[in-house]
């Protein structure tokens, strides 16, 4: 679902933010990458996400080779890909439906079918009942929920988070890591970048560790979690 | 390894990547729909200056169009001055009738001249006494102030040939009995080159200001545009396409010319409406030679999609210069 072959990044000549990066995540694997700041986590995932083109090697996700897609086949490849933040990028003059219903307005969907299907995301991450409100309302973890529900809304392939519990408490961090989980579960593919470490490892699933843009270490687990 | 291979088995069976490359038409629709409705909703949102730039661009749309219709009237004014190529020549007062009809008699001889009309001053003062309405003003004269004239129709000139008016007018005026030569045609030649000059000053200043309201709406839409440019990110992260993210914007730019389009006709209407007691008043007094018309239901609806179509175009721009950004190269 995810492949890097032999992926550098250079941003400029003194700076390779990542060098010589192979590593695969197979459909429905869920892993981690953790480092301490500047390791190259955040490059990683805009090198997933299509924020950015590898300066070399190849990057392949849902089958599409990023460093090969033209520019107009981008937004395309994007929607294959659910994308959460640490600060969650709501729009805060629409309501939560109309945040979570803002994929599915792009990828062209009857209205019928964004009802039902929003009602659903939103159900999966415990906030049913509160669409008609503004995203203010909420609390920073409902609101990191609702960046969830949105990203899962079109059941995207891979789902990829850059921080999603860096701005809550230990308690919210666990539940939210542990909705990512459920994803996995259904067959997602999902990548985390988190330095939260004692979590990751709660978490018991694979873990790439990066430091200054190289790949140390793959933890992978033993025995796969039920 | 095997763990991967369970993984695949289940991802066919539950997460089903949506495959839809085209959009249909009923998405299309649906999109456009939006776009309707949320550009209505941001102009709504801020009323303020909302209102303000549709003064601006309703003003920059009236002035060429009223400017232009006044023309229009003008040149209907003009086109009442029928085909007047008769040369009208005033003796010197005093000159007796003899030597006015002698005159006349003369000037039916020359080859130039088809007919000629003698109006004395007695005639001349009867006519004034109805038409201008200084009887009055003229009974409080103990004398006649008025010459004796000359009407004179020039041959016509025929075609590959010169007009023989402009040399009688000359000729005319060197005879030591006559006083003033009058040429309406000549009036009415320099009048059309004036309208004519006019017309190309409307069209020029339409341009001008036509080009002023797109930057108008262009500088709008891109101050909208990168008052949005969080939203725009979200949106283009999402997999929105430039076509998707643009599509709002190209509606505001089509809001504002359509209203600007409507409050300038609006505008033209209360103008109209204004100008038209003292208007009708004046034709009136020249026997309702000339009248005066305001714009066409034809001519309002072509305003209304040319400026409807002139904000489009602006926010057209605006858009694909400032949105595209957020894409890697």
Known sequence: ?226 | MNRRVVSKTEVVADAKPPKKSRLSLRAWREQHLYSFFSSLGRLSARPWATTLTLAVLSLALAFPLLFWLLLDNARGLSGTVEDARSISVFLKVGTDMPAVNAMAEKLRHHPDVTSVVVKSPEQGLEEFRAHSGFADALNVLHYNPLPALLIVDPRAASAGDVDPAPALVEEFGRDPAVDQVQYDAQWKQRLNAILQLAQRGAAVLAVLLGLAALLVIGNTVRLDIQGRADEIAVMQLLGADNGFVRRPFLYIGFWYGALAGVLSLILIGFVEWALAAPLTALASSYDHRFGVHGLSIAQMGIVFVASAVLGWLGAWIAASRHIALGQPT
Not at chain 1, 41 to 60: F, I
Not at chain 1, 91 to 114: C, H, K, Q, Y
């Open chain 1, 1 to 226: 679902m995810i492949r890097f072959e032999h992926v550098s990044k250079r941003y400029s000549a003194h700076h390779d933010a990542l060098v010589e990066l192979n590593f695969e995540l197979g459909a429905g694997e869920m892993a981690f990458i953790t480092g301490h700041s500047g390791a190259g986590k955040s490059t990683l995932l805009k090198l997933v996400a299509l924020l950015e083109r590898p300066t070399r090697g190849k990057v392949v996700v849902n089958g599409h080779d990023h460093g090969k897609l033209r520019r107009g086949r981008i937004p395309q490849a994007r929607r294959g890909i659910g994308m959460v933040f640490q600060d969650h990028r709501l729009l805060m003059d629409r309501s939560v439906f109309d945040n979570v219903a803002l994929p599915l307005l792009i990828a062209g969907t009857s209205r019928e079918e964004t009802a039902k299907r929003v009602r659903a995301s939103l159900d999966k991450v415990g906030l049913l009942g509160r669409e008609a409100e503004p995203p203010v309302n909420l609390s920073t973890g409902e609101q990191q929920r609702v960046g969830i529900a949105r990203a899962i809304v079109v059941k995207p392939p891979v789902l990829i988070a850059d921080e999603p519990t860096g701005n809550l408490d230990p308690q919210l961090s666990a539940e939210i890591m542990a909705l990512f989980g459920e994803f996995q579960q259904v067959g997602t593919t999902v990548l985390i970048a988190s330095h939260d470490l004692p979590l990751v490892k709660r978490m018991g699933k694979r873990v790439l560790v990066l430091d200054h843009g190289k790949l140390i270490d793959d933890f992978k687990p033993t025995s796969r979690p039920a």
